[in-house]
């Protein structure tokens, strides 16, 4: 059997680190192949190689059988092989037809023929199924569009191999099926597919083969027909993967938190939360479910101080903390994990140690009399990386260069540390893999069962009802209901997130 | 490994910069028709050749490491201050008032000169800083504004009020000077004062404030994540401020150097001293560093008065050191250029 690509034993080093160790990479003509590994185990490294941007130390690369060297990417391009990167490479206020002929115009006397080329980008279109308007704006179209915008433009380029570098991450997950679709569709039509992902129920579902790599090292290739989810995420991880997440009935105490009749308005002055009631006790996980955009974010920036609260009050441990400035609120007995962990979390510039006393570098004894005491600051940042399993070359290698899982790691380290009563974790598992989400997930636990109380936002409904100990639904600014995750269901939640009323009777959200 | 590397590469740049703006600058000078052998042996010989060169080298080079100071301060701190220019002049002026309407003894007077000249370039810093601060008003449009306010509002207060013969103020009291009898002497006769000493301080100050004390880890902070430093709460607002203060502080310090020390009064300036533009370049070059800022300073201060040699040694007009120095900026500024260029020498190297 003919593989289109072959990568043989690549080893790719980057200074102290080596990326790619052994790896190989065989790819049948015709098939939707799965690339699986964590977060920094190096499948982006790998690509990059395939792509021409970089060169692997050792290694070949066959291409149709043929031996090849792909020294940049315009090799890679006319050897067929194209990309649809994560973050799209699109000019927003061009038309999709625009973006993609850039660079490949076609001319007549001259001028650009957009009118052909619109054509053409449409027949190519309808032939996958990609129902992409030629005309239309790229910042009109939707997140999902502007994906197959980009998978138009590897095709119009002639690609035969499309590398899909973690394509869901941006998707709804009516998108996410909608593109499964589309990849089948290349496939049948004899394109051959490298998905880049970390997410097992996508291989599971529109893959024929997976290559597993680990750390850097690859582990080998299976068929999936023939795997589960729990033998991949062992491969993956390295071990076995608990999926349900262990933990004790919660034992709930005294009220931390409470929250009466509180109206934030959003940056159009409209009220986002409007007249929200909520109470969270010590010892408890307090999930959040709703669709995005019923005032989740506009809540916790109102509780954390980052936006003023029209109306109600926000009492932590019964101090009335109302618009209170952020610092306040945190030396109260807040943490918080924020939902952007690279706009609010972390000073992407400053070193992993020196993120890890955003919130404590003015107090003793990471300073005195306004001198910072270095020592005592990167003590603690050797602890945290020690403690939470933070996987960073040192101290001293900058938050930007961390892979997104140990970057949230150090977030929660740093917000764990200073021990508060209660801990919002927006968002706390976006994007990562499982091993970093079953650390997280423990973490959360751990906490609730030291007593604190926890507030989950999430919108992974699987996550709120995993660890969550009650549910609270969120619909327009309002509470309008909270559910037992050991008696709710899917269904359930779905149709109270859509602003359904609840099914059964009886008040449960009174009686706690 | 990486640390050592990108250390390494900080320095390269810069190095590789100047040597390759002196080699194009010596390419043009052959195609103007000059010796360029003997046009940067006067050159140098300008820069170290006597005591008196070497003096006005130094001197030159003090109000450029103070400019060039508050220019990176800023920039650490996420802003942009182009109004350096401005603020030396505010700070030129009252350090002279202050110089010529006091009667103190010398140990009071001449710091109270420099701080008064301090305190108002930080005060025409703080108002840029300010608009920024409540009203998002972008600093580089405001800086640049106050640059010509101070100029003409300099120049009228001057003429209104502290007019002496030859279109200038009065000399200041010799308490306020930093002029130095001493140091005149052992550099035959330069105009060297002890300004060099109020720079490098000057230096090792903003190295403390920014990598040692809170103020600058919040400052710092706040230049590189605004939103970030607000969850964590710094106050954003009052750090903006306080950046343009501090670095217009250190501009207000370079006008001092003139005022106090070269001249020992302040001219009507028709047209901005370029001092406080020079500071963007001597930043530059020396990668917003206190130790590469001083020798940036050392090094733009010793091409302006080597070319005064140049000129009259060699006959090659001081223009081409403009250029000299022009070229050096760009190949700074073009620092992806020099990277290609180490990373295609140093791959060759290895296969």
Redesign the interface.
Known sequence: MEYVIEMRNIRKEFPGIVANDNVTLQVKKGEIHALLGENGAGKSTLMNVLFGLYQPEQGEIYVKGKPISITDPNVANRLGIGMVHQHFMLVENFTVTENIILGKEITTGGRVDLKKAAKEVKALSDRYGLSVDPNAKIENISVGMQQRVEILKTLYRGAEILIFDEPTAVLTPQEIHELMEIMKKLVAEGKSIILITHKLKEIMEACDRCTVIRRGRGIGTVDVAETNPDKLAAMMVGREVNFKVDKTKASPKQTVLKIEGLVVEDARKVPAVDGLNLEIKAGEILGIAGVDGNGQTELLEAITGLRKAVKGTVELNGKNITNHKPRRVTEAGLGHIPQDRHKHGLVLDFSIGTNMVLQTYYQQPYSKHKILKFPAIYDKANQLIKEFDVRTPSEHTLARALSGGNQQKAIIAREVDRSPDFLIAAQPTRGLDVGAIEFIHSKLIQERDKGKAVLLLSFELDEVMNVSDRIAVIYEGKIVAIVDPKETTEQELGLLMAGGKKQKAGDRSESR | ???V?GRLFHILVPVVSVLLGLLIGGIIMLVSNYNPVSAYAALIDGIFGNGYNLGETIRAASPLILSGLAVAFAFRTGLFNIGVEGQLLVGWLASVYVGIHFDLPKVIHLPFAILAGAAAGALWGVIPGILKAKFKVHEVITTIMMNYIALYATNGIIRAYMLAPGERTKDIKESASLASPWLQQITEFSRLHYGIVVAILAAVIMWFILW??????EL??VG??Q????????NVSKNIVLAMAISGAFAGAAGTMEGLGTYQYMTINNAFTGVGFDGIAVSLLGANGSVGIIIAALLFGGLKIGSLTMQSAAGVPTELVGIVIALIIFFVASSYLIRWLTNRFTKGGKI
Do not use: D, E, V
Not at chain 2, 212 to 217: E, N, Q
């Open positions: 490994m990486n640390l590397k040692k004390t809170t103020t600058g880890y710092r902070a590189f994540n939103h970030a430093s607000q969850y964590a709460g710094i």
